[in-house]
């Protein structure tokens, strides 16, 4: 799976957009892009993933750059409980057993 | 729909005891997996399943086993804990482990070894 490089921290405050960047420049043409998040003492939950088209859902958006070189994900409004480390990770083709975790965005939400 | 469970939520064992995690998903996915998570780290895969009565070796497997006698359940062992494996266990489970699919994680097993 390939590499994905994120900054370690980012701070929003409430009801503001976050975007959250993530770089990916050796992503092969069949590599999903995906989101989890982990809130404080629990498990990763699942955001969001997309292949080359922007993708919306209830919790966030995500936007893929047109060479795909890298993406952005979108919380709209970001809410306390958004405060979380994010993770971006690339899943292809063999080896698509497991999710390669990084060290992900460490997300603060101010009140 | 309970999703993943983990049983113990917390567990102390002193070095060179044994223990079983168990991991339970009521979704009957195919796919298994274990992860560890230290502090300040990302997930590591220790071992995987991709069905029932089948298991393979993740990233860490060392010091570790496995076995899935039923396709709900997915159990990790430690044969004689070293204090090297303080950490959080996840479980989580998958459809099958195409690169489209998502997985589910249960809310993990903390485990200090002394």
């Known amino acids: 799976d390939a590499k994905t490089t994120q900054p370690n921290s980012m701070e929003s405050n409430e009801e503001e957009p976050v975007h959250l960047p993530c770089n990916h420049s050796t992503i092969s043409g069949t590599d999903y892009i995906h989101w989890y998040r982990q809130l404080p003492s629990q498990g990763p939950e699942y955001v969001i993933h997309g292949l080359t088209s922007n993708v919306n859902n209830r919790m966030a958006s995500l936007a893929i750059a047109e060479d795909r070189k890298s993406s952005t994900l979108i919380l709209h409004r970001a809410t306390l409980r958004d405060a979380a480390v994010y993770y971006c990770?690339?899943?292809?083709?063999?080896?698509?057993?497991?999710?390669?975790f990084g060290k992900g965005t460490k997300l603060t939400v101010n009140p | 729909n309970a999703g993943v469970t983990q049983t113990p939520k917390f567990r102390v064992l002193k070095t060179g005891q044994s223990m079983t995690l168990l991991c339970a998903q009521d979704m009957n996915h195919e796919y298994m997996y274990w992860y560890r998570q230290d502090p300040g780290m990302g997930l590591r895969l220790i071992h995987y399943s991709v069905g029932e009565g089948t298991t393979a070796k993740g990233e860490v497997p060392d010091g570790y086993n496995v076995s899935r006698l039923k396709k709900q359940n997915f159990l990790l062992g430690l044969e004689s804990a070293a204090p090297s494996q303080t950490s959080v266990y996840f479980c989580?489970?998958?459809?099958?482990?195409?690169?489209?699919?998502?997985?589910?994680f249960g809310p993990g097993t903390r485990l200090l070894v002394l």
């Open positions: 990770i690339l899943r292809g083709r063999g080896g698509s057993e497991k999710l390669v």
């Open positions: 989580a489970s998958s459809t099958r482990g195409r690169p489209q699919e998502t997985q589910y």
